[in-house]
């Protein structure tokens, strides 16, 4: 157990110390009823492949508690994306590496995997639900998964998918997919293969789910320029039919985005471009934007344009919204100069201000041993307190789990 506190306001939960215990925490955190927390490291446990943590409440601080280390090969590797859980407490997420180790992926080290993690007594049984096969069949790297009512679960690869093009990692552009349970087993099936034109390449982090089935979900390239996209997967009587609800256009627009949408009331979309806006130059530090519906189209609004220095720079993951209508967020960069290159970054509350939004700083991450440096994911929220994992900082730069203080 350790925990802590290097500055007012927040709170070091957990220094991830490298060796058996993890190290790269790769998303964000979960919760449950009892108040512990739950996540993945992408290095780190007895085979250095990664592992999936609990972090139990006691006393003052937190105790560490590895689930599963992952053994790499067909077992599964550096599980990236958050996890989910149902209501029995199984845990499901997914490994960027491993399964078929023959995949055609240029790291040589497999397509990825989905996997669940149950808990039969004080121990966690670990089983792979699906092993990725990669161009042309399937996707490559799958990241974060959703559910639906049924337990049905939904992703996207960032690579994979039956494309030729987009050869970076091994060819294809990435797949949206459902894996769908079938007796004792999960069938999948690819629910749309990015082109990498105008349709979109390499679609980022986790989709969204409506209450119709819909899918909405965000691609880093792609689009008319080359900028990324928003899309959406509509149920049709033959699979989904996709749109692409935006291009960016890069610049003063945002490019690049890069977290997990959120719907708001009206059925306007929310999210955030890792580059682009009018902060720090030609380049940008990144966006918060809106995309609002308007007749059968669909309206980008820049909410905000992360301006580096003491502000934001390069946001890492989704918006999370509050009821007062704020956004919060983690940012990569920007907060302080305690790091060596433009800040260790920070945890961000977008406030509306008229037609517009204003940042507060709610954090900036200091880095060295006793603070983390560059938070990942989406935050979750309980009462008045974010909690979130920083990639690096901590023991040996190996990362931390943290909490801050909203208010």
């Known amino acids: 157990m350790n925990q802590t506190r290097p500055a007012a306001g927040e709170v070091v939960l957990y220094r991830f110390r490298g060796r058996r215990d ?33 972090l139990t409440p006691r006393g003052s601080g937190y105790a ?9 090969g067909r077992d599964g590797a550096n599980p990236g994306g958050r ?21 055609a992926n240029v790291l040589g080290k ?30 490559t790297q799958p990241d974060t998964l959703v559910a639906d009512a049924s337990g049905a679960l939904y992703g996207s690869t960032s690579f994979g998918g039956d494309s030729g093009k987009c050869s970076t990692e091994g060819p294809g552009c990435g797949v949206v997919f459902r894996l769908s349970e079938s007796g004792t087993s999960y069938q999948e099936n690819v629910l749309h293969n990015f082109d990498g034109g105008h349709d979109g390449l390499n679609p980022t982090d986790g989709l969204l789910i409506d209450n119709t089935g819909a899918l909405y979900g965000t691609t880093f390239f792609g689009g008319r320029t080359g900028n990324g996209t928003v899309y959406r997967l509509l149920p049709a009587k033959r699979g989904y039919a996709e749109r692409v609800l935006y291009s960016f256009k890069g610049a003063r627009d945002g490019y690049g985005p890069n977290g997990s949408l959120i719907l708001g ?14 902060g720090c130059g030609n380049d940008g530090c990144g966006t918060a934007f809106a995309l609002r519906p308007s007749g059968s189209a669909y309206i980008e609004t820049v909410l905000y344009s992360f301006q580096g220095g003491d502000d934001a720079a390069f946001p890492t993951g989704g918006l999370l919204a509050s009821r007062n209508g704020a956004l919060d967020g983690n940012s990569g960069d920007g907060g302080s100069m305690y790091c060596a290159h433009a800040g260790c970054g920070t945890v961000f509350e977008l406030t509306p201000s008229g037609s517009s939004y204003t940042d507060r700083v709610l954090y900036a991450f200091k880095g060295g041993r006793n603070d983390g440096q560059i938070p990942l994911g989406t935050l979750l929220r309980k009462q008045s307190r974010l909690y979130g994992a920083t990639g690096y900082g901590g023991v040996r730069e190996s990362g931390t789990a943290f909490s801050v203080m909203r208010h």
């Open 22 to 54: 993890g190290a790269l925490p790769g998303d964000g955190l979960i919760a449950d009823a009892s108040g512990a927390l739950y996540g993945t490291t992408v290095y780190g446990g007895t085979h250095d492949d990664g592992t999936v943590y609990k």
């Open 64 to 72: 560490e508690s590895v689930l599963y280390s992952f053994k790499g």
């Open 83 to 103: 996890l989910i859980a149902n209501l029995n407490g199984t845990l499901y997420g997914t490994t960027t590496l491993g399964g078929d180790i023959a995949c």
């Open 110 to 139: 497999g397509c990825g995997t989905v996997f669940a993690l149950a808990q039969l007594g004080s121990r966690y049984m670990k089983r792979t639900l699906y092993t990725f096969k990669g161009y042309p069949s399937d996707g």
């Open 265 to 278: 009331r009206t059925g306007a979309l929310y999210g955030t471009t890792l580059n682009g806006g009018t």
